[in-house]
């Protein structure tokens, strides 16, 4: 099964694809990730990104569309994945869709002062990534990660000025994807202001 995930900054995209992609068994694919790889190990694609992350701004569609038409044509993708975080705009959409057919796209709807909230406490391990939140994941000590004492940090995306830049641009430039997909007949809307594994359970029964 081909999916897409789509939802504001911090609406659990990335936390539901996780679980959903080892209940069918299939990768998930997060443009995030993939970039902030590339930026730590100072690759080429990583340094022009960097500059445009760090102001809370969509990296340019022909870097972000060469590098997923490269990561969709892997072995691990022959029988479905899941897209977190990608397309983010209509031209990234059609340009996808020109590469390959996707099933469904799962929006995940949740009320933006939620999300701002959500993503001001976010805190990540230096050492291991393992993500924490201040509120509704909280680590025993504020600064130091439970699994490997690694130091925690506020990424710089996640303060409330670039997070507010980033709600901005989404509205701005993904927003219309939801017609897009809408249109196509494939768009299925998931309220995302529950726990978790409610949400989980709802994307389950739609896919089935």
Avoid: W
């Amino acid at each position: 099964m081909k999916l897409i995930f789509l939802g504001l900054p911090g609406a659990g995209k990335g936390t539901q694809a996780e679980v959903i992609s080892k209940k069918l068994n299939i990768p998930q694919i997060s443009t995030g990730d993939i970039l902030r790889e590339n930026v730590r190990l100072g690759t080429e694609l990583g340094k022009k990104a960097k500059k445009y992350m760090d102001e809370g701004k969509l990296v340019p569609d022909d870097i972000i569309i060469n590098m997923m038409k490269e990561r969709l044509n892997s072995d691990d993708c022959k029988n479905g994945f899941i897209l977190d975080g990608f397309p983010r705009t209509i031209k990234q959409a059609e340009a996808l869709d020109s590469i390959i057919k996707i099933d469904k796209v799962i929006f995940i709807d949740v009320p933006e002062d939620v999300l701002l909230s959500r993503l001001t406490g976010r805190r990540v391990c230096k050492n291991c990534n393992n993500v924490y939140h201040l509120e509704f994941n909280p680590p025993k000590n504020p600064s130091i990660c439970d699994k490997c004492g690694g130091e925690l940090y506020q990424r710089d995306d996640d303060k409330e000025e670039t997070v507010k830049k980033r709600i901005e641009t989404y509205n701005n430039q993904t927003k219309p994807l939801i017609d897009y997909y809408e249109n196509k007949g494939i768009l299925i809307r998931i309220n995302g202001n529950q726990p978790i594994d409610k949400v989980t359970k709802d994307i389950i029964e739609v896919l089935q």
